[in-house]
């Protein structure tokens, strides 16, 4: 017979059926009989309260977050527009639960389950968001003739005789720019730290000319700050037609000096572990920059693109491939967003899906570790294609996001075990990284195929199955097998530093669609997962209020 496969969408609309008829049947509690659909996929977000120690913070540092609050507000508007349009049409949603729903999906679209639309009247998700015009043709934007018209910030827009035109960002959201330069100009004013006040000053000019290259320049060199603030249009993953737009986010960050100052020394191991890559050598000719640094965080504040739907709990920025190459990345670890996705999520799954005598090598200083050099490993590979199809993401279009977060997931790893075997990193074993990597791709995995992180975990999970990197016992539960881990990784690293490599767009596409199905046995872990009620990711409790302020 052969093997069954089914889609993210499948198995999200196969889990939800399955866990409803669950409670019908099996005796399940009384406070489940009284749940509705939408209040139970409500409840898949576990709240988690956003604080931090402001008690080292001065008087105007404690301002200036309030201040960044009050910013990132306006970003998340930002983001309400590119991805939706007016949120006040969401008013209209009478039941309490899916507008909640609504809110954690920025719009009437599940974003753990491919995007299905859960609000009636609303169909598909535009693969261009609010990016280019819903009803406009690939073809259509091919033809028309400007040179900005895949600028990370221009919207495509149809003007009063219905062609196509380029409206830059700074065109588009002038109003709201106007009162987030307001307010960073009174951030300016309480800002200490030289290298924070530089920073928002070319941030301001960089929301009035759409040119963020100094801005991000100064932000690299922003580094003995306490307070950190990312914020602007940065990451493209809601731009799925071309993937070349940038939707606005915002964080607010307090620097955890402790947890840094264990990671300083990593940064400059880049060149060295860039040679140790193991794939062909043209893939690794690059030098990657190490005038970075690495640093721990608590975050207080989410906004945009990074809080809508599966949260970010690390950052690697900038994007732009001039700034890696001149001084690298900035490498930020949201230390208290990731212990609350770890003690949530990832010890449930791995108490219930791995066999019992593995459970004991899946630990946070891993978990730590693997997110840690996942966004390192961004600044390894290659960032121009050997075949002169220019950079890697201009080569691979819509299909970047997925292999380069497969490029830093599988990269990560290697370099953990890496740094392990030299004696460089000694809170964790090998086996506790690998045991607790696979932990981890049951977690993203559920993140579902409209995710690039979990496209990128799935071509993971399925290549490491086809190496026997893992088993299941007679209980169905993982057992690991550490040394055949190890092999899997050496060449699934390959792979994925040639693709990116070779730049080639229709070989990456039909790769990634034929391999991020799930087969029968995945499907019944995932909803063993589902039955156990354990959470998909987390939601916030954020604000002024929660900090006291």
């Known amino acids: 017979m052969k093997k069954a496969a089914i889609t993210f969408m499948s198995l999200a609309l196969l889990c939800f059926a399955g866990c409803k008829n669950k409670n019908k049947q099996e005796n399940p509690s009384e406070e489940s009989k009284t749940k509705s659909e939408m209040e139970l996929k409500v409840e898949e977000f576990a709240p988690v309260t956003l604080t931090s120690d402001l008690s080292h913070l001065t008087d105007k540092e404690r301002q200036l977050v309030a201040t960044f609050i009050d910013i990132a507000q306006i970003m998340d508007d930002l983001f309400w527009m590119q991805a939706f349009g007016d949120k006040s049409k969401l008013d209209t949603i009478s039941d309490p639960a899916t507008k909640e729903f609504a809110m954690i999906n920025y719009g009437p679209w599940d974003r753990l389950s491919d995007l299905a639309p ?5 169909g598909e998700k535009p693969l261009g968001a609010c990016f280019y015009p819903a009803d406009m043709t690939k073809e259509e934007f091919e033809a028309l003739k400007n040179s900005n018209k895949s600028n990370l910030y221009t919207l495509i827009k149809r003007n009063a005789e219905g062609k196509l035109e380029v409206v830059w960002y700074k065109d588009a959201y002038k109003e709201k720019l106007s009162k987030a330069i307001d307010l960073m100009k009174k951030a300016v004013d309480l800002a200490e730290d030289p290298g924070l006040k530089k920073y928002l000053e070319l941030r301001i000019k960089a929301f009035e000319t759409d040119d963020y290259l100094a801005s991000d320049m100064a932000w690299m060199d922003m580094k003995q700050s306490n307070l950190d603030f990312v914020v602007g249009p940065i990451e493209n993953y ?10 606005y986010e915002s964080f607010v960050l307090i620097k955890d000096n402790e947890w840094s100052k264990r990671l300083e020394k990593f940064t400059a191991m880049l060149p060295e572990l860039q040679k140790q890559l193991p794939c062909d050598p043209k893939y690794k000719k690059e030098v990657p920059g190490t005038d970075s640094d690495l640093n721990a965080y608590d975050v207080v504040y989410y906004a945009g693109d990074c809080n809508a739907g599966s949260k970010t709990i690390a950052i690697n920025l900038p994007n ?14 949201l230390k208290n967003a990731m212990k609350a996705k770890f003690d949530k999520i990832v010890m449930p799954i791995s108490q219930l899906m791995l066999d019992e005598s593995q459970i004991k090598h899946v630990k946070f200083d891993a978990f730590f570790s693997n997110v840690m050099f996942h966004e390192v490993a961004h600044g390894l590979g290659i960032k121009n294609t050997i075949t002169g199809k220019g950079n890697v993401r201009q080569a691979l279009q819509n299909q970047y996001s997925a292999w380069e977060e497969a490029k830093a997931d599988i990269l990560g790893l290697f370099m953990v075990q890496k740094l392990i075997e030299k004696g460089e990193v000694t809170d964790c074993t090998v086996e506790d990284a690998y045991i607790t990597f696979v932990a981890g791709l049951l977690r ?19 290549f490491f199955e086809t190496e026997n990197a893992f088993t299941r016992n007679q209980a169905g539960k993982y057992v690991i097998d550490i040394e055949k881990t190890k092999s899997a990784i050496e060449k699934w690293s390959a792979f994925v530093l040639k693709v990116e490599g070779d730049g080639d767009f229709a070989f990456a596409e039909k790769y990634n669609k034929e391999h991020t199905v799930i087969g029968e046995k995945l499907a019944a872990d995932l909803q063993k997962v589902k039955d156990a009620n354990i959470p998909r990711d987390i939601r916030f409790n954020q604000g002024k209020k929660e900090l006291g302020l």
């Open 238 to 247: 809601e731009d799925k037609l071309f993937g070349s737009k940038a939707a």
């Open 118 to 122: 859960f609000v009636s009247g609303y």
């Open 320 to 333: 732009d491939e001039r700034v890696h190459l001149k001084k690298g990345t900035r490498r930020l670890q």
């Open 444 to 462: 993203s995995i559920r993140f579902g195929a409209a995710s690039a992180h979990g496209q990128a975990n799935m071509m993971c999970y399925n």
